[in-house]
């Protein structure tokens, strides 16, 4: 795939949607397409941390791992998520588990040289850790989510509203 064609892949996830052009040139020269089968290993906890990932197409199931209880599926990235990002965050190894639950498309990005170009050009560093920061927000998100789904709500446990904040208004109304 050429690099204008990756810029185009990058353009349309809508977390890079509005990055420089700057920032997706330096990407896209560091990048390239992997198709996998479904069930397919894409990195395990404890692994080292080498590779970041853009799922273009599919499906890829994120799950914990621990000893004693298995491992458990703790969300589904989409088309257009990052995953695995360890790797910028300077972390040696991935502190979870990634299987394509479906025949998957992913847009691999080298860490080392990822690192590099931020090293060298910090703006384009900090604007690629906004976007990432988005992913994480998005993803603790849907972990707080999944916990309510698992715990269920306890009318004595739930934390009244903060006041002033929007539910607090729209319960004392």
């Keep these: 795939m050429s690099s204008q064609q990756l810029i185009d892949e990058f353009r349309?996830?809508?977390l890079l949607a509005s990055a420089s052009e700057e920032l997706l040139s330096e990407l896209a020269r560091i990048s390239h397409i992997r198709d996998v089968a479904a069930q397919t290993t894409v990195f395990r906890h404890g692994e080292p941390a080498r590779t970041v990932f853009l799922l273009r197409e599919g499906q890829v199931l994120i799950e914990i791992c621990a000893a004693g209880v298995g491992c458990r599926q703790v969300a589904t990235i989409g088309p257009g998520e990052l995953l695995g990002w360890s790797p910028v965050l300077a972390s040696g190894a991935y502190t979870t588990t990634a299987r394509t639950g479906t025949p998957s498309s992913l847009i691999e990005l080298d860490g080392?040289?990822?690192?590099?170009?931020?090293?060298?050009?910090?703006?384009?560093?900090?604007?690629?850790?906004?976007h990432l920061?988005?992913?994480?927000?998005?993803?603790?998100?849907?972990?707080?989510?999944?916990?309510?789904?698992v715990y269920g709500t306890d009318s004595e446990s739930v934390a009244e509203p903060m006041p002033g904040s929007a539910t607090q208004k729209a319960a004392t109304s």
Excluded at 113 to 129: C, D, I, K, S
Excluded at 134 to 140: D, P, Q
């Design 112 to 130: 080392s040289e990822l690192n590099r170009v931020f090293a060298q050009r910090p703006e384009l560093g900090y604007e690629f850790m906004k």
């Design 12 to 14: 349309r996830v809508r």
């Design 133 to 149: 920061a988005l992913a994480m927000a998005k993803r603790l998100n849907a972990t707080r989510l999944q916990l309510l789904n």
